[in-house]
């Protein structure tokens, strides 16, 4: 399967999805019906066993008849299910972002997090994006492991990658302002460097119109830019967001943004991804 059946991709994740039926826990803060029927929908369809975990009696006045692992700190639970074997996978869900992922850094012995971003624009293309952490992506050689380790999952589906390289400006654009001659120098350097390792890349300048038609996986200039990049698509914009899965040989853990509610997707993709490591 080439770049061009790149529309295929989430087809492909729901069949897998389906396949496994993997137990999903997912974090559960400050619960609303909305939240908790995304999760149910995903149970429902056949995606996953999906197993609640946060405040059971909070969860309870709602009302689900989905698994309930009872916790004042969903974001401690989550990794400890996770590196017990108790569930096949985690998404973040409503748990809080800082608390969730540095223990999960803390228990799984990572030194670093790279997550890879899913989502599909207004018009139903799906691709990848990092570094959408605002910490992350913020030197060269982060930016090179992000393009390496991102490559490495999305081949996991059949999808070769096709990687565009984004910028702070266009070259005519030089001298304007150092810090965008420095993205633009890194940029080219990038692309260099990984089409030595024989990956498909190119760097699109600032131009991410252009990115889009062409590339499946776009590195942004840092994750401050792939973040607000992910919020203006996904909140702004008519897009969607699927969830971010941290890449991991042996684990599966699916970030997830706390706004907009909707877990179905991120919680098929967790499911997907597992047996595929």
């Given amino acids: 399967m080439g770049p061009e059946k790149t529309g295929d991709l989430l087809g492909v ?12 826990a997912i974090g559960v803060r400050d619960p609303t019906s909305k ?23 909070e969860i309870e006045s709602i009302g689900t008849d989905l698994e309930i692992v009872g916790t004042n700190e969903p974001e401690i639970v989550l990794g400890d299910l996770l590196k017990s074997g108790y569930v096949d996978a985690a998404v973040r869900g409503t748990a809080k972002a ?7 850094k803390r228990i799984l012995d990572q030194d670093k ?17 990092a570094p959408v952490g605002i910490d992350e992506g913020n030197d060269l050689a982060d930016k ?30 030089l001298g304007r302002d150092p810090r965008v001659d420095q993205t633009l120098a890194e940029g080219d350097f990038i692309v260099n460097r990984i089409r030595e390792e024989g990956i498909s890349a190119k760097h699109y300048t600032i131009l ?4 889009i038609k062409e590339a499946n996986f776009i590195l942004a200039p840092d994750g401050i830019s792939g973040n607000l990049i992910f919020r ?10 699927m969830g971010a899965p941290v890449l991991m040989d042996r684990h599966v853990f699916v970030d997830t943004s706390r706004v907009g509610g909707h877990y179905t997707k991120a919680i098929m993709l967790a499911s997907a991804l597992v047996g595929r490591n």
Avoid: W
């Fill in 13 to 24: 994740i729901e069949q897998r999805a389906l396949q496994n039926r993997a137990r999903v």
């Fill in 232 to 241: 203006t698509l996904v909140f702004l914009g008519g897009g969607d967001g």
């Fill in 98 to 104: 800082s608390g969730t992922l540095s223990h999960l």
């Fill in 208 to 211: 991410i119109e252009d990115a």
């Fill in 144 to 173: 090179i492991a992000f393009i390496r380790l991102g490559v490495e999952h999305i081949r996991r589906f059949g999808i070769e990658p096709v990687v565009g390289v984004l910028s702070g400006g266009r070259m005519g654009d």
């Fill in 35 to 57: 939240m908790l029927k995304s999760a149910k929908d995903a149970h429902d369809a056949g995606y996953a066993h999906v197993v609640l975990v946060g405040d059971k009696r």
């Fill in 113 to 129: 997090l790279h997550r890879i971003a899913l989502l599909k624009t207004s018009e139903g293309k799906p691709f990848f994006i």
